[in-house]
């Protein structure tokens, strides 16, 4: 499954038919969440028209600014809306490529910061009325995290980071960070007052993390409009059963094991979500750490057991043949 986010402002109609082209052929998508559409009610129909097959469900523009938008292709989709508002459109998709059904976001952030916290807890409310773990969120959030999300212009701690963060831990998210880079807005102004921001993401539930679903996200090429689209790919990783973990009793010969294990999970204390969630995280993490480790101290200690093993067969098979004198089992 493949969903897209893109912020439209200022992109033209050539720009709009294009997005539809590329829909349906080059992005193989299957959900398109639209932000500042600027469109009003009459002008809806057309817009679904550039999209052909597809279908689609409009949140109306505040005059001349605003507007949300949610397309889906209706062979693989199936979208109920939930509730809309100025800045937000919720729905509930079901997926019948992944047989999956869970809420999805539109969300286009508001520039005041009395309005950014209203609608936080307004999007907040309607997250725990739904599936609090299986929800995915999208859009110009216009607003960042912290400083790393932002290039240019003064960097000073603002309300509405401390709001925004707030808002991410208590909806239980977890940040999708696309691959190929960061940031996904630019005021396109030139030398010291050019400014980037990432204010484009997808948040996922961590319910998505946990039941072995590989999440992509990519950031796409400009398409006329000062923002950059963002694609979400998600698909099922089917696993065969697990092995259990086994810490072995050698690694304490090891005297530094202590003092690695504890700097290990102060190294893990890195994911944000519920404690139960971050918990499992790290545990994850020092998984992956101890068998470099045990790789790097011990070597591979399974060939070592295949080859004594070896070597005790040999033995075994030698006394059975021709027996053992008392000399040769001293010698051992």
Not at 16 to 23: M, Q
Not at 98 to 122: A, H, M, S
Not at 126 to 134: A, C, D, R, S, W
Request: hydrophobic letters at 40%; aromatic letters at 12%.
């Amino acid at each position: 499954m493949k969903i897209y986010s893109w912020n439209v402002r200022g992109s033209s109609a050539p720009d709009k038919r294009r997005l539809a082209k590329r829909a349906l052929t080059n992005l193989n998508l299957d959900v398109i969440l639209l932000q500042e559409t600027k469109l009003n009610s009459d002008k809806d129909v057309d817009f679904k028209n550039l999209c052909f097959k597809w279908e689609g469900l409009f949140q109306d523009a505040r005059g001349s600014t605003g507007g949300l938008g949610i397309l889906w292709n209706p062979v693989n989709i199936e979208v109920y809306p939930v509730a809309s508002c100025d800045f937000w459109m919720a729905c509930t998709i079901k997926c019948k490529k992944l047989n999956l059904c869970f809420p999805l976001f539109n969300i286009y952030g508001p520039i005041k910061t009395e309005d950014k916290l209203r609608v936080w807890k307004e999007i907040t409310l309607q997250v725990y009325l739904l599936e609090l773990g299986k929800v995915i969120m999208a859009g110009d959030f216009n607003a960042i995290l912290n400083f790393k999300d932002k290039v240019g212009c003064l960097k000073k701690p603002t309300k509405v980071m401390d709001d925004f963060w707030d808002f991410v831990s208590n909806c239980r998210l977890v940040d999708i960070v696309p691959k190929n880079g960061k940031f996904t807005w630019n005021n396109r102004w030139l030398n010291f007052s050019n400014i980037t921001e990432r204010l484009d993401r997808f948040f996922v539930g961590e319910w998505w993390l946990l039941n072995n679903h590989s999440l992509e996200s990519v950031i796409e090429s400009q398409s006329g409009s000062d923002h950059f689209p963002i694609t979400l790919s998600i698909a099922h990783e089917s696993h065969g059963p697990k092995n259990y973990y086994k810490f072995l009793n050698m690694w304490w010969q090891d005297p530094s094991l202590l003092d690695l294990l504890r700097g290990w999970w102060m190294e893990s204390n890195v994911f944000a979500g519920s404690p139960s969630f971050k918990f499992s995280k790290r545990i994850q993490l020092m998984k992956c750490k101890l068998k470099e480790w045990n790789k790097n101290t011990f070597k591979n200690i399974f060939s070592k057991n295949l080859r004594i093993e070896s070597k005790l067969e040999e033995i075994n098979n030698r006394v059975i043949a021709m027996g053992m004198t008392n000399k040769q089992y001293e010698a051992g």
